[in-house]
């Protein structure tokens, strides 16, 4: 059974940083290209961004280009988002997810931004 595991989240003040990490199993991670999804309160999914299997081709939506970075450790069967320089409304609740695997989601992290 595919599992996706958030975690990471908090509450940090604009300007600041936070990682988040999805521990992922029950699938062939490596061979799956994975995406990070926030939902904002009282709006809907958005899409974030989305990293290949291999990890050499990542996108981004335009709002978080140049401070939001997306990795993986296939090794790990880790997903990761490192964001940087948050804003307000960055605030939502984060998600990671596997497209070609159907409609699998985690419980996800809350990430507040906040001073």
């Known amino acids: 059974e595919v599992q996706l595991v958030e975690s990471g989240g908090g509450l940090v003040q604009p300007g600041g940083s936070l990682r988040l990490s999805c521990a992922a199993s029950g699938f062939t991670f490596s061979s799956n290209a994975m995406s990070w999804v926030r939902q904002a309160p009282g709006k809907g999914l958005e899409w974030v961004s989305s990293?290949?299997?291999?990890?050499?081709?990542?996108s981004y939506v335009d709002s978080v280009k140049g401070r939001f970075t997306i990795s993986r450790d296939n090794s790990k069967n880790t997903l990761y988002l490192q964001m940087n320089i948050l804003k307000p409304e960055d605030t939502a609740v984060y998600y990671c997810?596997?497209?070609?695997?159907?409609?699998?989601w985690g419980q996800g992290t809350q990430v507040t931004v906040s001073s």
């Open positions: 990293i290949d299997g291999g990890g050499g081709r990542t």
């Open positions: 997810h596997a497209p070609a695997m159907g409609n699998y």
